[in-house]
């Protein structure tokens, strides 16, 4: 019996370690000025390349910020999210890890600095795609941004987040309605913690009720904000902040 050879043959590709950073540059300048009074905020791209220009072969990584008082950026997708607790500039880095947990090969490229304004017109923003996800038993985080303490600086309020149950059009639809729960945060925060197995308890099969952020007030003196917090395929009217 004679026996024939199998022979297979292919090619590995030669690994490109990370030799710079380079973020991707705003179209225009004006892009750098991130007002607190407007809901667009950036989504920051990096581009791994190796010592010869090349994409690296490992371009995965984390991003970070400079100051984290005037905004936050999500480690692993790059937006922007503002505090309201503070303006000025801010810088983010990304930091490559060339495929390794090893920081010693890691390699970092920081973005121009961004300026952080208060704006002209009081505003409360939910940071985009910020949709409540929890898990069952599970608490979850309501997240927000606004610049009524720098507006307002010698005014004294809070935020107050009610929790509903159920799915509504718009926050006129949640009157007469009273909420499951209620929660206070104070001026200079920006998150509310809504605790284990609250949400599970409103769930429906799969699918999870609205939660509507309505009024946050305070008596003396009065700052009304209100913003929706909800589901996609829900929707909310955002009223912003009036303050006497």
Request: with cysteine; net charge neutral; charged share 20%.
């Amino acid at each position: 019996m004679n026996v024939l050879p199998l022979t297979r043959q292919f090619t590995v590709a030669k690994k490109v370690s990370a030799h710079t950073v380079t973020i991707v540059p705003e179209a225009n300048d004006a892009d750098y000025t991130i007002s607190l009074a407007d809901s667009a905020r950036p989504t920051l791209q990096a581009k791994v390349l190796g010592k010869n220009g090349e994409q690296a072969s490992y371009i995965t990584g984390k991003w970070s910020s400079s100051d984290l008082d005037i905004a936050t950026i999500n480690e692993d997708t790059g937006l922007v999210a503002t505090t309201g607790t503070k303006v000025g500039t801010v810088t983010f880095t990304f930091t490559a890890d060339n495929g390794t947990e090893d920081t010693a090969d890691d390699v970092t490229g920081k973005s121009e600095p961004y300026t952080v304004t208060a704006g002209d017109s009081l505003a409360l923003v939910i940071p985009g795609g910020a949709s409540i996800v929890t898990r069952v038993n599970q608490p979850a985080t309501v997240l927000w941004s606004s610049n009524a303490a720098l507006m307002a600086p010698n005014k004294e309020f809070n935020y107050r987040i009610d929790l509903y149950e159920g799915n509504y059009a718009n926050e006129a639809a949640l009157s007469g309605r009273k909420p499951v729960a209620t929660y206070t945060a104070g001026k200079d925060e920006n998150s509310v913690r809504i605790g284990e197995n609250v949400l599970s308890k409103l769930s429906n099969g799969n699918t999870l009720p609205t939660r509507c952020w309505s009024p946050c007030r305070t008596p003396t003196p009065r700052v009304r904000t209100s913003a929706c917090r909800h589901l996609p395929g829900s929707s909310c009217r955002h009223r912003l902040p009036q303050p006497s």
